[in-house]
């Protein structure tokens, strides 16, 4: 143990020399240059001495070695330089600083500049804007008045995180993602009539409306882009997640009074393209007693003493030295100080047996360390956090980011503070990543992240976490779903700076992007091949009682024919029974011989075919009927006529005989069939 506060005490020392040498006041910066030339501090400085500007690295050496002769601790004066360094003032008593040679006031490795861009929404028009990020604020107000038409006197250029901005900022210092959406204002630019009419709600719907929360309590606005087809209630849920208060504990200011959660935000009447609203927890009487509140803010005062002094601007020339205006030691400024008073509860109590409440009280006690303003943690088990992030359908699923803490670890509330809390960091998380978090403080806790670990990823994994030493916590890790395994994209350790942070983040989004789009498409084929089936399946179930149809529609008209034909069956054979009666009943044919009067009739059918048959003159008519009716020709259904004159005979008497009618000695009738 002793040797640890020795090793930790000279690497405060050598921090110390390095940041006065260099310039450098970004402690987390300085930490990482030194953690890449394993914290020597002769090689760190090389590292970031412009060599055009004379400084030899054989004098440096040559002093540095005169100096580590002399011990850390010596009070050597040192060798006038031929001019006196701008160089803030040490945070040590150590005088290895007395070395420093003439340097600029910072000097960092080059990179090839990174580009970000802006879709810029004007009225009915976008432009995309692509920049250096070294760029100010006020060149691409240049490029969009070039774009637009728009002069930039009257140019307000909206939609900025963190409010509204000078022409002079640099872009970089807001440490902005490579994609970014903003629009542009013109109050003294009367819109044309054309754009003023264009309020459809079918348009308002497709809109992108930019709510400007204001949350009270943590005195914070929250600039959220949500299309017009969001409901109120979605977007309450939405702030529910960056804020920590429950839908139901939301207490709202600004939204028109006619509005309901079921709205949406294009027919709720909010202004357009900006609104701005305000939300807060709704408080109860005995959160509004003002003892209670003094005491809160006593609290709080005395944590921001206590935890965050490091966060204490060094603009000013303040150093390490200006910590003990505070009373803290500088080993507690990284998490390491031992004095009861500021001692920090724990993130995660030792051997808890849920994960659920481990999760609560971590994200609690996390809440009350740094603020509000931090990536929404998973409340659950590992286990259902991987579920939640890789088994959904491939448009739903996310990044697995699994963040591991360690409170005994220097980094630990630079990272918290400056890394996982910074706005671009919590956007970027809460919208593509499924955050879990675990302490690994205590050996107990720690045991258990390498169980589960072990459980979900393999023993890759835990070994893995098993190699990093406390010094190089916190970590983060990015984990992604495939089909038959979960991998690990990327372990990064605490010594990383914001803008390292979010190009590797987007790194591993760029991975999972492409994955995901592989995953999308063969869910789209399966779904595809799936409808063809199922369209194929109803096709020929739809075939099938088609022909059923088809075969119960010929079986009813067989069967309709069948009675037909047997209805019209039983009619003929009762005209055939009639007939053969009337045959049988017909007197016979007298001779043409006789001595009664004779009557010889040709009866000319319908068919050109003639009955010639002879009748006594005294037969009656109907005899000449049935005779008619017996050659299949009934009276009901035809006409017996006479040729001239036309007369129609079944008309007459048919108990009149054929002298009588007139139909004597011989007559050429023929037979029609009534209408």
Not at 334 to 353: D, I, Q, V, Y
Request: hydrophobic share 35%; glycine share 4%; net charge negative.
């Amino acid at each position: 143990m002793a040797s640890d506060s020795e090793n930790n005490m000279d690497r405060e020392i050598i921090l110390a020399d390095f940041q006065a040498c260099t310039g450098i006041d970004d402690i987390a910066e300085a930490i990482t240059l030194l953690e890449l030339n394993n914290w020597d501090l002769v090689a760190a400085i090389n590292g970031v001495i412009p060599q055009e500007n004379g400084i030899l690295q054989s004098n440096l050496s040559s002093v540095a070695s005169q100096a580590n002769i002399d011990g850390p601790h010596s009070q050597a004066a040192p060798a006038a330089p031929p001019v006196a360094p701008p160089v803030a003032p040490a945070a040590s008593s150590s005088s290895s600083s007395a070395f420093c040679p003439t340097l600029p006031s910072r000097h960092i490795v080059e990179r090839q500049p990174r580009m970000l861009n802006f879709r810029v929404e004007y009225r009915q028009r976008t432009v995309e804007v692509v920049i250096e990020e070294g760029s100010v604020v006020g060149e691409i107000k240049q490029i969009l008045e070039t774009e637009l038409q728009v002069p930039v006197s009257k140019m307000q250029l909206k939609g900025w995180k963190s409010g509204d901005l000078s022409d002079s900022i640099v872009l970089q210092s807001l440490h902005l993602p490579k994609n970014n959406s903003l629009y542009v204002l013109t109050p003294d630019i009367t819109p044309t009539a054309s754009t003023s009419q264009n309020s459809d709600l079918q348009e308002s719907l497709n809109q992108n409306f930019l709510l400007v929360i204001s949350h009270r309590e943590a005195q914070r606005d929250y600039n959220l882009n949500f299309p017009g087809s969001r409901t109120i209630q979605e977007v309450k849920r939405n702030v529910s997640d960056l804020t920590n208060i429950p839908v139901r504990h939301q207490q709202w200011e600004g939204w028109p009074a006619s509005a309901s959660d079921s709205m949406t935000l294009a027919a709720s009447g909010i202004s357009y393209p900006c609104h701005h609203l305000g939300v807060c927890r709704r408080s109860s009487p005995a959160n509004t007693q003002e003892p209670t509140e003094e005491v809160n803010n006593t609290e709080v005062n005395v944590f921001v003493q206590c935890a965050d002094v490091h966060m204490v601007s060094d603009s000013e020339g303040d150093d390490f030295e200006d910590a003990s205006e505070f009373g803290v030691d500088e080993s507690e400024m990284f998490g390491m100080g031992t004095s009861t008073g500021c001692r920090k509860a724990p993130l995660m109590p030792e051997n808890t047996e849920n994960e659920v409440d481990a999760l609560l009280h971590f994200t609690a006690e996390f809440t009350t360390r740094y603020g509000e303003c931090h990536p929404v943690f998973f409340i659950g088990t590992l286990e259902a956090a991987s579920q939640e992030a890789f088994y959904g359908k491939p448009r739903d699923r996310k990044l697995l980011a699994i963040y591991l803490h360690n409170d005994e670890s220097v980094l630990g509330n630079v990272f918290c503070s400056q890394m996982m809390c910074a706005d671009s960091i919590v956007s970027y998380l809460s919208q593509n990543f499924i955050t879990w978090a675990w302490d690994v403080t205590k050996e107990a806790n720690k045991a258990r992240l390498l169980t589960m670990c072990t459980r979900h990823f393999g023993s890759v994994v835990a070994q893995t976490i098993r190699t990093y030493k406390t010094d190089q916590f916190p970590l983060l890790l990015i984990v992604m779903g495939k089909r038959t395994s979960n991998e690990v994209l990327n372990v990064i350790q605490g010594n990383t700076t914001v803008d390292e942070l979010m190009m590797r983040l987007m790194g591993a989004m760029e991975i999972f992007t492409a994955q995901q789009q592989e995953d999308i498409k063969d869910e789209d084929e399966r779904e595809a091949r799936e409808m063809v089936k199922r369209e194929q399946d109803e096709a020929y179930q739809l075939s099938l009682e088609a022909d059923r149809k088809k075969r119960e529609a010929q079986e009813r008209e067989q069967a309709e024919q069948l009675r037909l034909q047997q209805i019209q069956k039983e009619a003929d054979d009762e005209k055939e029974a009639i007939r053969l009666s009337l045959e049988h009943a017909l007197p016979p044919e007298p001779a043409e011989e006789g001595g009664e009067p004779i009557s010889k009739l040709r009866i000319r059918t319908p068919s050109g075919e003639f009955l010639v048959r002879r009748f006594l003159g005294s037969t009656k008519l109907q005899v000449l009927f049935d005779f008619v009716a017996s050659k299949g020709y009934p009276w009901e259904g035809f006409k017996l006529l006479t040729t001239f004159p036309r007369r129609n005979i079944t008309q007459l008497d048919p108990a009149s005989s054929l002298l009588e009618a007139k139909l004597f000695p011989q007559e050429t009738l023929f037979l029609e069939a009534k209408e």
